[in-house]
């Protein structure tokens, strides 16, 4: 495999090293919102370029790629974690969700249907996505400011994408009732 062939996998990596970037940042406490804020948005412009990468070097899946939504889960996830870890989120409703989803969306695995665990992943992840824009706009405006011209943007450069996602959402949302 060539050099290049490897940066959308590369790319789907640095969200590890985010999520865990943004777990070291828990000591600092609630003063590195910004940072996990632009952490996060670094996160979401590598899911956006690894995928057009991969698709334009015509390159076949590797298990890297094959996870990148579980590895995008693994940054939501630590994003959760450092809300409520820095009482930005209080504890009584971030670790009772935090384990809940988790659980939840670890038991759609036992129907070996990629979709039905996507689905029910996204929906539980959904809120967790936004919270820290959502609480960045009281405590760190720039913050939320990038956030909401990050998301803007994004939609404007990649509206077909985010019109399979949804679609996406959908079909497992439909095979997970459909039982």
Same mark, same amino acid.
Do not use: N
């Given at each position: 495999?060539?050099?290049?062939?490897?940066?959308?996998?590369?790319?789907?990596?640095?969200?590890?090293?985010?999520?865990?970037?943004?777990?070291?940042?828990?000591?600092? =406490?609630?003063?590195?919102?910004?940072?996990?804020?632009?952490?996060?948005?670094?996160?979401?412009?590598?899911?956006?370029?690894?995928? *057009?990468?991969? *698709? *334009?070097?015509?390159?076949?899946? %590797?298990?890297?790629?094959? $996870?990148?939504?579980?590895?995008?889960?693994?940054?939501?996830?630590?994003?959760?974690?450092?809300?409520?870890?820095?009482?930005?989120?209080?504890?009584?409703?971030?670790?009772?969700?935090?384990?809940?989803?988790?659980?939840?969306?670890?038991? %759609?695995?036992?129907?070996? $249907?990629?979709?039905?665990?996507?689905?029910?992943?996204?929906?539980?992840?959904?809120?967790?996505?936004? %919270?820290?824009?959502?609480?960045?706009?009281?405590?760190?405006?720039?913050?939320?400011?990038?956030?909401?011209?990050?998301?803007?943007?994004?939609?404007?450069?990649?509206?077909?994408?985010?019109? =399979?996602?949804?679609?996406?959402?959908?079909?497992?949302?439909?095979?997970?009732?459909?039982?």
């Amino acid at each position: 495999m060539k050099r290049r062939e490897r940066i959308p996998d590369w790319l789907t990596a640095s969200r590890v090293l985010i999520a865990f970037a943004i777990l070291a940042l828990i000591p600092v =406490g609630p003063q590195a919102l910004g940072a996990v804020a632009g952490l996060l948005l670094l996160g979401w412009t590598t899911d956006m370029v690894d995928g *057009r990468l991969a *698709r *334009r070097y015509e390159k076949e899946p %590797t298990w890297l790629g094959e $996870h990148d939504f579980q590895i995008d889960m693994i940054m939501v996830l630590a994003s959760a974690i450092f809300l409520t870890a820095t009482g930005l989120v209080p504890m009584e409703i971030g670790v009772p969700y935090i384990c809940g989803a988790v659980l939840l969306s670890l038991y %759609t695995l036992r129907y070996r $249907h990629f979709l039905k665990f996507k689905s029910v992943t996204m929906l539980l992840a959904f809120p967790w996505v936004f %919270t820290p824009f959502v609480i960045a706009l009281f405590r760190d405006p720039i913050a939320a400011y990038a956030g909401l011209a990050w998301m803007t943007l994004a939609l404007i450069l990649d509206w077909r994408r985010f019109l =399979g996602v949804v679609g996406d959402f959908l079909s497992g949302a439909r095979a997970y009732f459909r039982r």
